[in-house]
């Protein structure tokens, strides 16, 4: 009669660098780190995506990233809630907004739904890292590139009811890691037709 080895549960867990809590794999590990220890301590097992622009510190969600930037950093953040009767209102608002703050903002991942909402992420197109596409033989142009290598904080997130379609927007104006360059926003379609004409 052959006997099947003994595998030892206990050994074979994962175990979390930071607080020596075990995991079945190392997946249940990441996941734990994502949640749990979203500082700059975890940050070699999961960095995150959205990079502090006055240090090191990464973040996967933006709520982490003001709350260190506050206590971090003193960074005073201005948020304003808004409400519109429909996503055309809105798209209205965030244009007029832009060219009033010279800024502009981008959807990000695009739309998110549940079943009675949907939710548009914007953020500042300052945000973000420089990719070169090419192979390196021209240089980069005189004002450099429109990424900051890090995230900046202002973002507007649009909550569209499904049902109405009315709109609830948070909007956090506080622009951090970069000045409010002209050089650095795109050319709005109208215009390029003017030249163009």
Known sequence: MEQTPVVNAAAARKECPHCNKTFCDQKGVKRHIKRAHEDAAAA???RGNMKCTDCDSWFTRMASLKLHMQQNHE????????????????MAWK????????SYYVLHNGIVNSPTTQYHYYYCNRSGFYKGKGKGIRNLKC???AKIDGTCLSHIVADECIKTGAVT??????????SMDLCHLPIPVEIKVQIAT
């Open 169 to 178: 927007a948070t909007y956090v104006t506080t622009h951090t890691g970069h």
């Open 95 to 102: 244009k007029e907004e832009e060219t009033t703050t010279r």
């Open 143 to 145: 004002q450099q590139s």
């Open 75 to 90: 960074v005073e953040l201005e948020t304003r809630e808004l409400q519109f009767d429909n996503m055309a209102g809105f």
């Open 44 to 46: 070699n097992l999961y």
